[in-house]
């Protein structure tokens, strides 16, 4: 349906509803038809601000929308509501600068100083009714309430003084008796677009019967935090307020600050309905069975989850219920550098029409992507609807996972390219969520850096880790699920001396376990970590399955692994305060 414009004697409202919807209203097909004549006569994208009277909408669905933004304080006279992505193209190329229309069809879009996540920035509103619950610290840093009403009250004054303002309903989850009702309020038609991809787009049923959002992010990342105000360290903030259920964004105009902020939202309200949140990616095989993939990045998380022979449910963010597993977003925000239609078909074809592109470079002329080019950032991104890939699972929700993955890529390159985890040590390892940098990545780094985040996500968290590692540990019990630890670094030797496993054998390991091959196989025990390690793989060199044996020096390399296991260690002490006895009884030993 055309946008619906109110009469020019009252202030200029545009609510840009779906397609597929229909006002609540009772107007005939007639009176329809001449409104559309009035809007594309009077062209929706004048926002002239009138003196007249106050706005008297036409139909209830505009009333409820007026009365919801102006319970909180917003008065602004255009409003774009779940807009189209043609529609919200047009305003984007049409007031954004740095917007533009690629090769393939996609929305280049500008992210302007931040191309990437402000984690030191964000802070959570320490209020009385759920500061007992917060793992409070370096992720989760506490806010006065004081201070995020000053936060609020500049986003809003400031969203106030735009000519238009982006209001999208979408979903969060894809299984309806969990799902979270999402409003975002925006600036900017790109931000409005990215979460069109981003969150799970309502049908016109739902969106009818949409009601009052769970939770509402205010977007005025245009507008910079007063740095003067307590709690701020720069003029960036990203502020949750859990028992407002708001979220604020100030001076950063990166996108996956509202994705990420989502996710941190679901990573609190789901444990507290029983509901385990996970930084994953899920994939289904024919049969129905369900896995799950956690890694932090470069260990081969999206990669190795791209399965052609198993349909994919999402690639980032999932919940666990007891129902099964379903994904969080109704999209995929995925990296571009580097991109190649070879190696990623599936994400390289998945850049056109209504897919945002951000931060990218691209020929002048032609207008066809450079993502080689870092000359903005390396974190180059595009967000598209899940849709866009062709083997995604629609409804995005499958059956309780058979197996868990923990990948990681070691770099100092002592661990097995695949182990047999037991409950103890799936908790204690999905606690670490380790991984390691290489020498080359950043200035200044010479020898593998080991790296640590808790549940592999742990910016995203706001429980103590123990919290879902105790769900996940439960879940698998019941559910009788595979769990697995498979290290996609480096065999032979630490980085520079040894060779990165080979991603054939990678994907050969996995197959291993998702067609039963690796139930019974036989295992030896894998020194101070107590891990079990099969002896044989398909497709797989039997000499790289017990890493001491690619060493030239096997000194060396115990010498190596002690150091592993000491980084391991003085990384869990941050945990031991609530960890399990199972738990800590897990933890690598010197031998």
Not at 148 to 163: K, Q, T
Not at 245 to 253: A, K, Q
Not at 518 to 542: K, M, N, W, Y
Request: aromatic share 10%.
């Amino acid at each position: 349906m055309p946008p619906v414009t109110m009469p020019a004697t009252a202030p200029n409202v545009v609510v840009n509803k779906r397609r597929d919807s229909s006002p609540r209203c009772s107007e005939s097909n007639e009176e329809r038809s001449a409104k559309r004549s009035v809007v594309d006569s009077l062209r929706p994208h004048d926002t002239t601000k009138h003196s007249q009277a106050p706005l008297q909408p036409s139909t209830d669905f505009e009333a409820d929308i007026c009365n919801n933004l102006s319970a909180t304080g917003l008065k602004s006279h255009s409003v774009v509501y779940n807009g189209s992505p043609a529609y919200l193209y047009e305003e984007a190329l049409r007031n954004e600068k740095g917007t533009h229309i690629t090769s393939t069809g996609a929305l280049a879009a500008y992210s302007g100083a931040k191309t990437g996540r402000s984690p030191s920035d964000k802070r959570i509103t320490d209020e009385y009714t759920t500061n007992a619950d917060v793992w409070w610290g370096p992720v989760n840093i506490a806010l006065a309430e004081s201070s995020f009403f000053i936060n609020r009250e500049r986003a809003i004054d400031y969203l106030n003084m735009r000519d238009r303002l982006y209001v999208f309903d979408g979903f969060a989850g894809w299984d309806p008796k969990y799902r979270m009702k999402v409003r975002v309020i925006c600036a900017r038609a790109y931000h409005a677009l990215f979460m069109n991809n981003m969150l799970i787009r309502p049908t016109a049923e739902e969106l009818e019967n949409y009601g009052e959002p769970e939770f509402t992010i205010y977007n005025a990342g245009e507008f910079p935090a007063n740095r003067f105000t307590s709690g701020m360290t720069s003029a960036t903030s990203v502020s949750i307020n859990f028992q407002r259920r708001e979220m604020v964004i100030l001076g950063t105009e990166y996108a996956g600050e509202m994705k990420k902020g989502v996710f941190t939202v679901m990573h609190y309200y789901m444990p507290k309905r029983g509901v385990l949140s996970l930084h994953s990616s899920a994939n289904e095989g024919p049969a129905g069975d369900v896995s799950l993939f956690f890694g932090l990045s470069g260990t081969g998380k999206t990669s190795l989850s791209a399965d052609p022979a198993r349909n994919l449910i999402g690639d980032d963010e999932h919940c666990w219920s007891d129902d099964g597993v379903f994904n969080i977003e109704g999209g995929c925000y995925a990296k571009v550098i580097n991109l190649d239609a070879e190696r990623e078909p599936d994400i390289y074809n998945a850049i056109r029409y209504g897919t945002v592109v951000e931060n990218v470079i691209f020929d002048s002329h032609t207008h066809a992507i450079d993502f080689d080019d870092v000359s903005i950032t390396e974190n180059t991104r595009a967000a598209y609807p899940i849709s866009y890939i062709s083997n995604a699972k629609l409804p995005c929700v499958g059956g309780h996972p058979k197996n868990i993955i923990l990948l990681t890529c070691d770099a100092f390159g002592v661990l097995p390219p695949v182990s047999r985890l037991s409950k103890a040590q799936l908790m204690y390892h999905f606690i670490s969520g380790y991984t390691a940098k290489v020498a080359g990545t950043e200035m200044g780094i010479t020898e593998p850096v080991a790296t640590f985040s808790a549940c592999f996500g742990a910016p995203f968290l706001v429980w103590h880790p123990q919290k879902y590692a105790s769900m996940l540990a439960e879940k698998v019990e019941t559910h009788d699920a595979r769990c697995w630890l498979i290290n996609t670094g480096w065999t032979g030797g630490k980085h520079g001396v040894g060779s990165r496993i080979s991603i054939k054998y990678s994907r050969a390991i996995i197959d291993a376990i998702h067609n039963g091959e690796l139930d019974g196989a036989a295992f030896e025990r894998f020194q101070c970590f107590g891990l079990d390690i099969p002896t044989a793989v398909s497709g797989v060199p039997s000499e790289l399955l017990n890493p001491k044996t690619t060493w030239a020096s096997p000194d060396e390399y115990d010498a190596t692994l002690h150091k592993l296991v000491h980084l391991f260690n003085d990384n869990f002490k941050t945990f031991e305060d609530e960890a399990v006895e199972a738990v800590l009884a897990a933890a690598p030993r010197v031998e």
